[in-house]
């Protein structure tokens, strides 16, 4: 009886998966492989990745999706784990600076960008107020527009969009240690820092692992925040591969060669995975060890 009523159940989720998410990427793939010419469609195998190849708007968006996401990996981790262990300790009002710390994850994209474009503007943007603090620096800076520049903001505005998520789970590790453990680390004589490394670090590092993928998995497939902002531009300096892909596609109609686009940035995001796991894994596998040994 029940054995049934599960079936049932899961004949709309399996429609569900099939129609959305199975079906679009075997069309995708199957479009990698064929070209359209006014309304005719005629298969011509690996004629776009060769195209692909002597492209070099495409090599300059893989790199500058790989350097975005390395940025990302590092930054979400790294204000996360900052966030996560002051706000691990106690201190009045604490439970407040918990909740207010999930906002700027719940806000949207849209007002996101908006908010940041506000605070970004050349002539009264408050970051450039606290830039003309700098010695030297006496212009209006072109956060969006000037080369490099384009790139540190999306960095700030897409840091400062996800680190909430980070830190409430990197939190909540903190919080799962045992107070016992700092104790008798303290009645050793263990210092701040040495307890950070011989109990706090060895506690968090499978949850770090974890979100070290989550975070190239989302850094990788960015684009709402980078496209409102920049569009990918100025020239591609922001132009990663999801914003390569939208403009072939949407720009351009060249769905084809977007679709052969995607077919890459996919087995990509499939083997960064699975390298982040196979990290993952011998990390923890390792800790365990010197765990046991210990």
């Given amino acids: 009886m029940q054995t049934n009523l599960h079936r049932k159940l899961l004949v709309p989720i399996l429609l569900f998966e099939g129609a959305f998410v199975i079906y679009p990427i075997v069309r995708g793939i199957i479009l990698a492989f064929q070209q359209t010419n006014f309304g005719k469609t005629s298969w011509v195998g690996l004629a776009n990745f060769r195209q692909m190849i002597h492209d070099p708007i495409f090599w300059a968006s893989i790199r500058t999706t790989f350097e975005f996401t390395f940025a990302m990996v590092v930054v979400w981790l790294s204000l996360g784990l900052g966030v996560a262990l002051l706000t691990n300790w106690a201190f009045k009002g604490r439970s407040f600076v918990r909740g207010i710390l999930a906002i700027p994850w719940a806000i949207p994209d849209v007002p996101t960008v908006l908010t940041f474009t506000i605070m970004l503007d ?44 980070y830190s409430l789970v990197i939190l909540s590790s903190l919080q799962a240690i045992p107070d016992e453990l700092y104790e008798a680390a303290r009645v050793d004589g263990a210092g701040t820092i040495q307890r950070f490394r011989s109990i706090t670090w060895p506690s968090i590092v499978p949850t770090l692992s974890l979100l070290a993928v989550l975070a190239f998995i989302f850094s990788f497939q960015q684009f709402t925040l980078i496209y409102l902002a920049t569009g990918g531009g100025p020239g591609q300096d922001t132009s990663t591969i999801a914003i390569l892909i939208y403009n072939q596609a949407f720009q351009y109609f060249n769905y084809n060669y977007a679709s052969s686009m995607a077919v890459v940035g996919l087995l990509l995001a499939v083997i960064g995975t699975i390298l982040f796991v196979v990290f993952e894994r011998r990390v923890i596998r390792q800790r365990y060890l010197q765990g046991g040994l210990g």
């Fill in 122 to 165: 050349p002539n009264f943007g408050i970051l450039n107020r606290i830039a003309s603090w700098i010695p030297g620096v006496h212009h209006q800076i072109q956060w969006l527009t000037a080369p490099n520049l384009a790139f540190i903001a999306i960095i700030m505005m897409v840091a400062w969009k996800g680190f909430p998520f």
